[in-house]
């Protein structure tokens, strides 16, 4: 079994933990503080726990044996040590990121993968001037990564085809869903699609064109139950004998539609104000309430998780 490995014990790095257990892999928590690394222990104990106890805990190994694949680590050389692959979860601060990346590009070899959990920050930004520049890359997982199993994977310019490979394939084999990008572009993939939609949302809420809890029934209740299945070019693929066939008959509507979309919003001023009135209606912004939603968000992926695998090998 190969190590791998996670720097920073924080919410991403527990989770991450938990998937490569899962998946059978050995890991080494790291972290400078030994209080953070016994508390993320802790805490995944008691998440494994619960998720056994509700039947959505992964892979094929109990409670027990995951939890004994993961070790805790307060050095950095000893927690690099044998590992095959190492993925940086600290806060999303560019300067913090460099730093930990250039400790780390001073005592690894020449065949371990540095992979970064950014979600926004470029790998050129990242990378630039590293000796290992081409070990080097970006697994962006998708929150909680436990159930929504998307990883977008983003080559700096110099980064080796066989790391995306090797990164693609290691993906894979612990059950998550990698998608590779050809080139770094901001926000890559997802926050791109995901920003679109927020700022159509937005403008129509802002414009008067419908309440905000309904903007978002439109998406749970509608295209999120199409979209947790299949993505926008499958959708036309299938709503029309085609997409060329789709194109022939929407073409025009859809540019006419798009034509009349505005420019980016601030987000904020009246229309921010008018959102998180209702949302805080029916969310109220208290930590207590907050999380038991969250819990509730994080139970509804984790049956449309084992829904999706079902349908799958059916």
Not at 247 to 262: A, K
Request: aromatic share 8%; charged share 25%; proline share 5%.
């Amino acid at each position: 079994l190969a190590d791998n490995y996670f720097l920073f014990s924080g919410l991403i790095g527990r989770s991450w933990a938990m998937v490569f257990a899962a998946g059978g892999f050995k890991v080494k928590l790291y972290d400078i503080a030994q209080q953070q690394l016994t508390s993320a222990l802790e805490n995944i104990r008691k998440q494994m726990k619960e998720l056994e106890d509700s039947g959505f805990l992964k892979g094929t190994l109990s409670v027990e044996q995951q939890l004994a694949l993961i070790n805790i680590c307060t050095d950095l050389k000893a927690a690099v040590e044998g590992a095959t692959f190492i993925q940086e979860c600290t806060p999303e601060n560019l300067e913090l990121k460099k730093m930990i990346f250039s400790q780390l590009d001073l005592i690894v070899g020449d065949n371990v993968i540095l992979s970064s959990s950014t979600s926004c920050l470029l790998p050129s930004k990242l990378f630039t001037g590293l000796k290992h520049v081409k070990q080097c890359i970006v697994s962006h997982p998708v929150n909680p990564p436990y159930f929504v199993p998307l990883v977008e994977i983003i080559p700096h310019p110099e980064t080796d085809p066989s790391t995306t490979e090797r990164t693609y394939t290691l993906m894979k084999k612990i059950g998550q869903s990698p998608v590779k990008l050809n080139r770094e572009i901001e926000g890559f993939v997802l926050n791109r699609l995901q920003y679109a939609v927020i700022s159509e949302a937005w403008r129509l809420v802002g414009d008067g064109v419908i309440s905000p809890t309904d903007l978002d029934l439109v998406m749970s209740d509608g295209l999120g139950m199409r979209y947790a299945f299949i993505g926008p070019l499958e959708t036309m693929h299938l709503n029309a004998e085609g997409i060329s066939n789709y194109c022939e008959r929407y073409r025009e509507g859809m540019r006419l539609v798009l034509n009349t979309c505005g420019p980016v919003p601030e987000f904020s001023g009246e229309i921010e104000q008018k959102i998180s009135q209702a949302m805080s209606e029916k969310i109220p912004v208290v930590p207590k309430v907050l999380d038991a939603r969250r819990k509730w968000r994080d139970e509804c992926l984790a049956g449309l998780s084992k829904l999706k695998k079902q349908m799958k090998s059916d």
